[in-house]
């Protein structure tokens, strides 16, 4: 199952605001976070693999951001940690195919948000992160 296909969508999929939200307990697995607070904070969770931006959305934000020089050769991968201050920052900014358009919210654990104990739903975000990065 993943976001729009799981029979629990409507409890964490808001279409009219655009927004999904994202468990608290969900985000601290994906982010290895022992507490709420380390969300806000950066993670070296997936340090130890290569996030590949070439002509990707990402590669603009981190022109941007000043991360990348857009005019110099630079290697298309980036240290995760290096450039994302928070959960949400990450999540937002990298933008889950088909929900481009959405923000991720994190908020606290109850039924109306997207969460990995949920037996029929998958892990759908932490797979498309995976694609992302590069082993």
């Known amino acids: 199952m993943c976001f729009s296909c799981s029979p629990f969508e409507s409890q964490y999929l808001d279409i009219k605001n655009k927004r999904i939200n994202i468990c608290q307990n969900f985000a601290m697995k994906i982010w290895n976070a022992t507490n709420a607070e380390e969300l806000n904070k950066k993670s070296t969770i997936f340090d130890n693999c290569g ?55 994190i908020i606290e654990n109850n039924q109306n948000c997207y969460n990995l104990n949920n037996k029929i739903s998958i892990n759908f975000l932490f797979l498309i992160i995976i694609l992302f990065l590069n082993i």
């Open 51 to 105: 996030f590949y931006f070439e002509n990707t959305p990402l590669e603009k934000y981190l022109e941007d951001n000043g991360f990348i020089n857009p005019k110099s050769d630079h290697l298309n991968y980036i240290l995760i940690s290096y450039v994302f201050t928070s959960f949400e920052n990450f999540v937002n900014t990298i933008k889950i195919p088909y929900f481009s358009d959405y923000k991720i919210t």
